[in-house]
């Protein structure tokens, strides 16, 4: 009887818990989208690493040119149901340091031909991109080997290293270049071998709503449980002999 009178106390105060956890990345996503919203700006020669998560999704301009030398291939990774990967190069900036960024998508059976096409680039380029953290890897997520070309999840140290590191003037900086066009232009890109960067938005998962209905059903649930049991057992207490 005690355990069953606490379920139900332990599953509404988590219920409370995802209720005030809801409120805060409602919060986090209409910031983050607002912040999407600004004018992008151009980062600075040296990029306070420690500032980094403020400015998560906030839209930068990079102008530079390409080290292809150390361009990377990180996946797999899906999209529209096409396996493939995404192309990632450190761009040299022209102030003389370089950052990583993620070009965006290629077809598995396209990726060689992106990098051909990605060597052809030469001259200086202007691009579009959005300031990211580094991924969270997670239990399934294999060990990156950057000796054998293997990168299965955006490690922006390691990456940075593989591409010269602090005494190349490389920053552990992500940027995922944006696609702004209409899904026909990103289909004729994938066609050609050409990388579709991500479309402008804020893909912070949400899921505290389901959780909540989750646990406050068990609560209810078990409230109720906890009910039927206490009637019963005052039943039969009640039809003990008295003397």
């Not at 940075?160 to 026909?184: K, S, T, Y």
Request: aromatic share 10%; hydrophobic share 45%.
């Amino acid at each position: 009887m005690v355990l069953v009178g606490i379920i139900p106390i332990f599953t509404f105060a988590l219920g409370t818990w995802q209720v005030q956890r809801l409120k805060w990345k409602i919060a986090l996503i209409d910031d983050l989208e607002e912040k999407l919203e600004r004018e992008p700006l151009p980062l600075p020669p040296k990029v306070n690493l420690e500032a980094l998560p403020d400015f998560q999704f906030r839209k930068v301009v990079l102008k530079g040119r390409w080290d292809n030398a150390h361009a990377i291939l990180l996946g797999p990774r899906v999209r529209d149901g096409t396996i493939g990967y995404h192309l990632v190069v450190p761009f040299v900036r022209s102030d003389g340091s370089t950052v990583l960024v993620d070009r965006g998508f290629v077809a598995r059976d396209m990726a060689q031909a992106a990098r051909r096409i990605q060597d052809q680039q030469q001259g200086e380029a202007e691009i579009l991109g959005m300031l990211r953290t580094a991924q969270v890897r997670n239990a399934y997520t294999p060990d990156n080997h950057p000796e054998k070309g293997e990168w299965y999840w955006a490690d922006v140290d390691a990456m940075a290293a593989h591409a010269g590191g602090e005494e190349a003037g490389v920053q552990p900086v992500f940027v995922e270049e944006v696609f702004e066009g209409h899904a026909g232009e990103a289909n004729t890109r994938l066609s050609h071998g050409v990388p579709v960067g991500r479309t402008p938005t804020v893909d912070i998962r949400n899921s505290h709503v389901s959780y909540i209905v989750t646990w406050y059903s068990l609560s209810a649930f078990t409230t109720a449980m906890f009910i039927r049991l206490l009637l019963k057992r005052r039943q039969a207490l009640g039809r003990l002999p008295r003397y």
